[in-house]
């Protein structure tokens, strides 16, 4: 915690600051181990804080590097008030590079950049409208800055400039071409702004670092920890065909398993409502006349089931009524809206959810249409001008519906003693504990990859499904880069045969297979293998994300900050503590790839690889290059069908570069809560600089979830 005088300090220099500017001063306080609020004027009673109540990691902030006084001079902040609403500036060096503010596909580095925080279901649109925008970012100088907002806040990275006594002179000469007259210029002196409209005061939190990933870190754990799937979730997850009735589930699961293809979860698309848009939330007699039976028969091949729905209500629906006075004022699809800050829609809502899917054996949901289009000609949602019971207007209600619908969703599965892993197309700030993967109808593979980079600043999650693909090339890649994500998902909504079967849609939905199926089966299969093989892996990565906030999935500069090269590096990412993961796209089988500064391994051969270089990597159509860091332990299972309460994982221990190394997995149930009472084991393997690698477990908890089958030196010091 910082020291008292210090905070004192920190107080009188900002409020000296802002009444030497005529501006009412803010008020400064310390949110938690690390975090500063400033708070000017009278925030809104709608922010995702007092929406969402929070509640901080303190202990494991506390572990953190100390933060004696806020990342920056107080008095560098300044506050104001204009018709529009709040302006803030902060200061920003010349140097820096900004980066998150939200899930995007399209671009990377925020920069020189300005950016709405407001929620689209158009992110390719290049504006920082996304599916999740964040009012958090974080710069290489080691420090983070949330603004708390549900407004559609703009913030410019750098790329104003204020009438000052010091102005950036502007370029002499006339140009003959658009290209060089609208160039972008870089300022000599930057200054981060941000306008909240509409609001009459603000709180910002400062997260101090030293460094990015620290920054991210005490986000994530202000936010209250990262996410834990149930070990199923890290699976791999198939979607039907969104007309199929119960016959055509059965029948697609059966193949699945007779196939030898890993599959944990089976996904109902909209056909299993009576109405779908809007929803009622009631299985359709016609096409499943035995809901329960179909259920029981599902979960006893070993799958977990997830529903497709949104939240908009049907007039048919049994909640219709109770909902109505809990709703905005607008439709949507004919449904209501729910207004999911009000205690009483919750109940009704979630209750229903409990009763008549969770308690019978539903373990998860995919929740659709949360978004919103804001540039459309024609939106489907509601519009801005909405009010709701709660006192929240549309735009506010825009950016929280899909945290809120979330929240409500996963406060079932926690009443039930239950883990789950879902799918929502919405998201926004402080959502690192919510245990659901962002996805898109976005589908370009490159800006997948890009995203999944950029997801890890803002505390979400992102699934680059498989849906189309152009070609058998393009199916491996993608299931790739899908292998090697936070969700493996294989989306088959459109097509009625699985897509290794047939890529080309209007003859999978003819039942024509391809005349090479069985080879591509077979290749498919072995690349979902390597994803059961990672399950443990990505255990240990995301109960660190859990316990200490660090992101399983993040863009290589995170690490890495001080390497200029990285801060343009968007088609690779890094995958628990020592994965670095780059995908190839369609037919390439060559790219080129800055390694960062140390040593690298090849994740496949063990081949060495400098790093402080760029190097032309190859490989073919079905191996995607990844790279391990020296030093790393990886633990690899014995690939599974699928995941059951009672798989024990027999290891492949591989080591790459020289012991020592450590790698630590947690042990417990996989599919309860109960670890977050203490019931779990910590297994750590170790491989120590002399003597032979060794397996410890500590913890009380009667279990075993590992055996290691084989320790493996994979650098060429074998």
């Not at 030898?260 to 698309?269: A, H, Q, S």
């Amino acid at each position: 915690m910082p020291h008292a005088g210090m905070l004192l300090g920190s107080l009188l220099a900002l409020c000296a600051a802002q009444s030497a500017m005529g501006a009412e001063p803010a008020t400064v306080e310390s949110a938690a181990p690390g975090v500063w609020k400033l708070t000017w004027g009278v925030p809104e009673a709608h922010t995702p804080v007092r929406v969402l109540s929070p509640t901080p990691k303190t202990d494991a902030m506390s572990a953190l590097p100390a933060a004696a006084e806020p990342p920056f001079p107080l008095d560098a902040v300044s506050f104001r008030a204009n018709p529009r609403g709040v302006v803030i500036e902060l200061p920003m060096t010349s140097s820096e590079q900004i980066f998150g503010l939200g899930l995007h596909p399209t671009f990377f580095n925020c920069t020189d950049a300005r950016l709405e925080m407001a929620t689209n279901d158009h992110q390719d649109d290049g504006d920082g409208t996304s599916h999740a925008p964040v009012p958090f970012y974080v710069s290489t100088k080691g420090y983070g800055v949330y603004v708390d907002t549900a407004r559609y806040a703009r913030f410019y990275c750098g790329n104003l400039a204020p009438v000052s006594g010091a102005a950036d002179a502007a370029d002499a000469g006339a140009a003959d071409n658009t290209a060089d007259l609208y160039r972008h210029r870089a300022l000599s002196q930057k200054t981060m702004t941000v306008e909240v409209p509409s609001a009459g005061g603000i709180e910002v939190y400062l997260f101090a670092g030293p460094d990015m990933k620290t920054a991210v870190r005490r986000y994530n754990l202000y936010s209250g920890g990262g996410c834990l799937p149930p070990l199923w979730g890290l699976g791999v997850y198939y979607r039907g065909h969104t007309k199929f009735n119960a016959e055509e589930v059965l029948s697609t699961a059966r193949l699945i398993r007779d196939s030898g293809m890993p599959c944990d979860v089976f996904g109902l698309e909209p056909g299993w409502h009576t109405h779908a848009y809007s929803c009622t939330y009631v299985w359709s007699p016609e096409r499943w006349p035995d809901p329960d039976g179909f259920i029981r028969e599902m979960r006893g091949m070993g799958y977990e089931l997830n529903l497709w729905e949104h939240a908009f209500v049907h007039p048919d629906s049994p909640l219709r009524g109770p909902l109505l006075p809990h709703s905005g004022d607008y439709q949507v699809w004919g449904g209501l809206v729910p207004d999911f800050t009000v205690p009483e829609a919750r109940r009704i809502f979630a209750e229903h959810h409990e009763r008549e899917l969770v308690q019978k054996g539903v373990t998860g949901f995919k929740l659709d249409e949360c978004d919103n289009q804001p540039n459309k000609r024609d939106p489907w949602s509601f519009p801005e001008m909405s009010a709701f019971p709660s006192g929240m207007d549309g735009e506010q209600m825009h950016s929280l519906f899909g945290t809120l619908y979330q929240q409500t969703l996963l406060d079932v599965f926690n009443r039930n003693n239950l883990r789950t892993y879902g799918k929502a197309r919405s998201s926004h700030a402080l959502a690192a504990p919510l245990p659901f993967v962002l996805y898109s109808d976005y589908y370009e593979h490159a800006g997948f990859v890009r995203a999944l980079a950029n997801s890890g600043f803002g505390g979400i999650l992102w699934q680059p499904e498989v849906r189309n693909c152009a070609s058998i090339a393009d199916l491996m890649r993608r299931t790739q880069t899908a292998v090697f994500s936070p969700q493996t998902v294989m989306d088959s909504w459109f097509l009625k045969l699985p897509p290794w079967l047939q890529i080309d849609t209007e003859k999978n939905n003819a039942g024509e297979l391809m005349p090479d199926h069985e080879a591509v089966t077979a290749r498919v299969r072995r690349l979902l293998e390597w994803r059961m093989r990672l399950v443990p892996y990505l255990y240990g990565a995301f109960a660190e994300y859990h316990r200490d906030g660090t992101p399983p999935f993040r863009a290589v500069a995170m690490d890495y900050p001080e390497d200029r090269k990285t801060h343009t590096l968007d088609d690779a990412y890094l995958m628990g503590p020592s994965l670095l993961v780059a995908p190839l796209f369609g037919d390439a089988t060559t790219r080129k790839l800055w390694l960062p500064k140390g040593d690298w391994f090849d994740f496949w051969t063990g081949s060495p690889l400098e790093g402080g270089r760029e190097h032309e990597i190859t490989a073919d159509v079905d191996t995607i290059p990844v790279f391990v860091k020296s030093g790393a332990l990886v633990p690899l299972a014995d690939p599974v069908a699928h995941i059951t309460p009672e798989t024990v994982f027999q290891l492949e221990v591989r080591a790459y570069g020289p012991p020592p190394g450590t790698f630590a997995l947690p042990e417990d149930d996989g599919v309860t809560r109960a670890h977050e009472g203490g019931a779990f084991n910590t297994v750590t393997l170790r491989w120590p600089k002399r003597g032979r690698p060794v397996l410890e477990r500590k913890g009380e908890l009667p279990l075993r979830r590992y055996a290691v089958r084989e320790w493996r030196r994979m650098d060429s010091a074998k």
